[in-house]
């Protein structure tokens, strides 16, 4: 079988982060998109930008076009990682059946309409993917992986926001459940060799970081 490829559409950034020394929004969100080459045709995780921004992301970052796109994969439904979405209406749309649970009774309207014509990730079968449960952020938030040159990728979404957030074992201050996020990362750290977080570029786990090895951000970093 030929090794699967990828390539990061956005890297994403947070609203605010505490790492940078951040107690109040300083941006809009940006979820870090993910584009797969698998054997059943490409898949996009998590699609970052509006319906009609997306054909310009997809020509610039990969030379496709959104009609190539076969599946789109949300780790979760939280807004900023389901934006683009609606721009792949002929692809196959997965989540995880206990993530779709979650939201049932707390949407209504177009994305109780979203919600229900997502597949549960469960039933994904594609040579050389393979989902990680790793809920903290949301219940049900699922992470994908697979293997690439020797090296187990997860792209684990908001199960681990940031390479700040993965080697502190902290979550988001809006996680559902703080323990479960540390045991989620604990988890990404046992089994992937990259990680590709929700909100920013990906990472090697084998590589920790040294005193002033990460990087402070903002005007307090320069």
């Known amino acids: 079988m030929p090794e699967l490829s ?20 300083q941006r809009g969100p940006l979820c870090t998109s993910t584009l797969i080459r698998t054997p059943a045709g490409l898949m996009i995780v998590d699609p970052s ?54 939201w049932k009774d707390r949407v209504n309207g177009h994305e109780a309409d979203l919600l229900v014509k997502l597949r549960p990730a469960e039933d994904l079968s ?20 697979f293997d690439w040159r020797g090296q187990q990728v997860v792209v684990a979404a908001d199960a ?34 990259v990680v590709i977080p929700g909100h920013g570029n990906a990472f090697w786990t084998a590589l920790p970081p040294g005193p002033g090895g990460m990087w402070a951000g903002g005007r307090a970093g320069l």
Do not use: C, Y
Request: charged content about 25%; proline content about 4%; cysteine-free.
């Open 6 to 25: 990828w390539v990061i559409l956005t890297i994403g950034h947070l609203s605010m982060n505490s790492f940078w020394g951040e107690t109040e929004r």
């Open 49 to 102: 930008l509006q319906p009609d921004q997306m054909p310009a992301l997809l020509n610039d970052q990969a030379g496709v076009g959104v009609e190539d796109v076969r599946h789109v994969f949300l780790t979760h439904f939280h807004g900023d990682h389901r934006f683009g979405l609606e721009a792949f209406p002929t692809a196959k749309w997965w989540m995880a059946e206990k993530e779709t649970a979650f």
């Open 126 to 145: 594609i040579r050389g993917l393979s989902t990680l449960f790793t809920p903290g952020h949301t219940p049900g938030l699922t992470s994908l992986a």
């Open 160 to 193: 681990a926001m940031t390479e700040e957030f993965f080697w502190a074992r902290e979550g988001f201050h809006n996680s559902s459940d703080f323990e479960e996020a540390r045991e989620s990362i604990d988890r990404l750290a046992e089994s992937a060799d």
